[in-house]
């Protein structure tokens, strides 16, 4: 079993940057992928990144490519988001998520593929 908590979310400017953490608890950390997704007002939750188990890959969806990074410290159990350059569409719940059907070397899109998500963190951008 594995809980996911995050935090970090808040409000921005138009062009400034936040960090999300989320943390979680369980003794296999390094062998899930873990990713963020988000979901807007009135919008689907909809893949932003994922990050393999050890660290050295990634998958970014298009939308925050070259804006957000992903990263992860496996000793801490922790997954971050450095989120910059926000746009005002980047408004939304983020929620991180450990898929561990990979055995950490998947990285996958689909919200069903993942195993335990997070409760969401508010994230608004103002223009």
């Known amino acids: 079993q594995v809980q996911l908590v995050e935090s970090g979310g808040g409000l921005s400017q138009a062009g400034g940057s936040l960090r999300l953490s989320c943390a979680a608890s369980?003794?296999?950390?390094?062998?899930?992928?873990m990713s963020w997704f988000r979901q807007a007002p009135g919008k689907e939750r909809e893949f932003v990144v994922a990050?393999?188990?050890?660290?050295?890959?990634?998958l970014y969806a298009d939308s925050v490519k070259g804006r957000f990074t992903i990263s992860r410290d496996n000793a801490k159990k922790t997954v971050y988001l450095q989120m910059n350059s926000l746009k005002p569409e980047d408004t939304a719940v983020y929620y991180c998520?450990?898929?561990?059907?990979?055995?950490?070397?998947?990285?996958?899109?689909?919200?069903?593929?993942?195993?335990?998500w997070g409760q969401g963190t508010q994230v608004t951008v103002s223009s």
């Open positions: 369980g003794r296999t950390f390094s062998r899930y992928v």
């Open positions: 998520a450990a898929d561990g059907g990979g055995l950490g070397l998947v990285l996958r899109k689909l919200e069903y593929q993942y195993d335990y």
């Open positions: 990050v393999s188990g050890t660290g050295g890959n990634t």
